[in-house]
């Protein structure tokens, strides 16, 4: 299990570019800052109100000031700043965020995200993230590939929606997707697996790249 | 000048039942205590509190809710306190909390309607989803935003790190969040502040919220652990 | 001619209560702060990014940052703040400053207020003006009574509108009136002026207050 | 890290004929001078100038007035500026110039939502006035509101006191204005600054403008006399 988190984590961490502004969400996601490329620098936003956030406090030097929005407390970094939740969502919606990554209960093949509720089970409320995933410049889902053998890249969510039209990219233990037009294509594959166990873990239609790479970690 | 230095008992006496509170605070980082512990020994009941979370079990708003306080929760995400989905459950028609789920960034900005007097606001979040039931969509340049309307409450319990016998508060480090926005949208607002310092001692660079938005000024305000 | 401003401002000054947030509009009205009844501070409004502003600058004492919205060295007040100009239209718009005062060119019965362009001859812009005229609590129009003959208050403003139904009260060198649902009502007169010298300097009908009194200053 | 720092005439060497620039600054106060003067010897023309006010002559966007470098003009108040009646009312076609006149706080506001990802938003100014025309009208709660769209640009010039290496800045008393609004809403974005400091030397509570904003940094810049 944390070896296929680690997978996922590390591939993710491909995608940015040194200097992008970045939002982790909780869980996986916040492993990416761990497996940055050398001479890759992000830029961290936390949208309670930080931009330059740096990694976890390290036990008993806390500053209680200072949390993430996971509530867990952090450091900064030089150069960080804070700010109310306004203008932390104004950044958001705005497109000064380069790149979100979250988990998901459910992605479709229209980009469409269902992370946020099961009606009549779990009801923890969006928080941050239906501006996230409607205002970053690109947004990565970062998650295992199915969930107890149940699906979760599909057709049509069957989820209410944290948002339509907003996904650019999945990254799984399995390989690596991007949402096209046409549908989502299979663009990386992990090599432990082969293109037919990838579809059978994916319910929608599976476009393979015609130039499919071994995926990268 | 007028006095505002209150203790914590005074401040919150004009609160009475039935009254909408704004609190200020994420994942309590940034909720004066010492107001929400003044609310709790006045027991009023029947509060809407607007918070951008439901705090934890014995801390922040969490303990309005402990002690059966809240009627109506507006708030972004409730996931952290287990309370929020017993009370939203219970079949004891008194104890029923009622939770109006709000993405936070729309919470934040109809908080800043609320006190800038605007009408309301275009945003793209929640367009497509459960968020858009009700609200009427506009398209502005080919892309769809819902109108989202602006928020008041009656009262505003803000969270100061330094503020002048003025009011003039400034917020430490991520205590900051929804705390400005709140002192703006509320008829009465009343600060909890860790230090109180004299008039003029802030940088008029610095500060954060103007002393003109706050009508009491609570001190002994401490740093907590969440 | 100084004497009618003196007139005017003393009488503006006595509307305001200690504790109160006041923008002041250029030239006249900012001679109001002059003359605060005793024991009343306000707390004066600058548009362009001040709360708590104080006195013009001693001549060789500006602080070249420091400037009114007329573009003036002032200085600032123990216990203020700077902002932006959308923090500061924020406040304004919001309800949170309890009086603006400021001239007009022509205001009517209906308490429409004319005060930012003459058509193909100034155009100067509407500045801060129609925010603050919307936005703030109490509208007092502090002006002379007619301009070279010419009335300033009329059945209806001839004038480009500044805003709609916004003006609280008028105070000129021959009293002071309030826009009541019925009309505009004298209800203070200066004692060198007759009821008919201030009808007669009133385009639009003017309601007598049956509490006339003398106009305090 | 990215090297921001640039001379004006670097920073200015992207901006071609027919730009939209934001300009900080009311009244010339908290305009980057720097900045300007690149642009009047970079001599680029038909631009579109978004900036509270006009200057005057010889200070602040007044100097791209008189040098002809400015098509069209978004501000809120041009009356202490001569030269802006002169071209407006000019026979000499290539001289003409297009005033949009915009109520300050509406400005202000358009600013900001075209930094902050809104689609728009209802405010109460301008209702009843020319202001109006061609507007969406919405009542709200029995309350007409104007419904005024974002506005962003291709550039920005921000006047900054203190920067640092990152872009991080703070702004002096009344030199604020504009800038902050402006920074956030253009496509790229050159601070011409009074102080160059090492990144990390500003207090992160007192940073106003996120260096993630800025593209370039111009040191020198100096506190004008109006």
Known sequence: MADIKEIIAKRVAKELKDGDVVNLGIGLPTMVANYLPEGVHIVLQSENGIMGMGPAAEPGKEDVDIINAGAQYVTINPGSMYFDSAVSFGIIRGGHVDATILGALEVDQMGN???????????????????????AKKVIIAM????????????????????IKVVDMIVTEMGVMEITPEGIMLTEINPEYTVEQVREATQCKLIISPGLKDMEF | ???????????????QDGASIMVGGFMACGTPEILIDALVRKNVKN???????????????GKLLTNGQIKILIASHV?????????????VEEDKLECILVPQGTLAERIRAGGTGLGGFLTPTGVGTIVAEGKQVLNVGGRDYLLELPL???????????TDKFGNTTYNATTR??????????????????????????????????????????????????
Chains 1, 3 share one sequence.
Request: hydrophobic letters at 45%.
């Open chain 1, 113 to 135: 995200l269902a992370n946020w509720i099961v009606p009549g089970k779990m009801v923890p409320g969006m928080g941050g993230a239906m501006d996230l995933v409607v205002g």
């Open chain 1, 144 to 163: 295992q590939h199915t969930q107890k053998g149940r699906h979760k890249i599909l057709d049509t969510c069957t989820l209410p929606y944290t948002a």
């Open chain 2, 1 to 15: 000048m007028i006095d505002k230095i209150k203790t914590a008992d005074e401040a919150v006496a004009v609160i």
């Open chain 2, 47 to 61: 509060l809407t509190i607007i918070c951008n979370d439901a705090g934890v079990p014995g801390r922040g708003v």
């Open chain 2, 79 to 91: 996931g952290l306190n287990p309370e929020v989905a017993q009370r939203m459950n219970t079949d």
């Open chain 2, 152 to 162: 008041r409450a009656d009262f505003a319990f803000i969270r100061g790190s330094v």
């Open chain 2, 177 to 226: 969040n929804f705390n400005p926005m709140m002192a703006a949208a509320a008829d009465h607002v009343i600060v909890g502040t860790c230090n109180i310092v004299e008039t003029g001692e802030i940088d008029p660079n610095n500060v954060v919220t103007s002393g003109i938005y706050v009508d009491s000024i609570v001190g002994g305000e401490k740093q907590w652990q969440i």
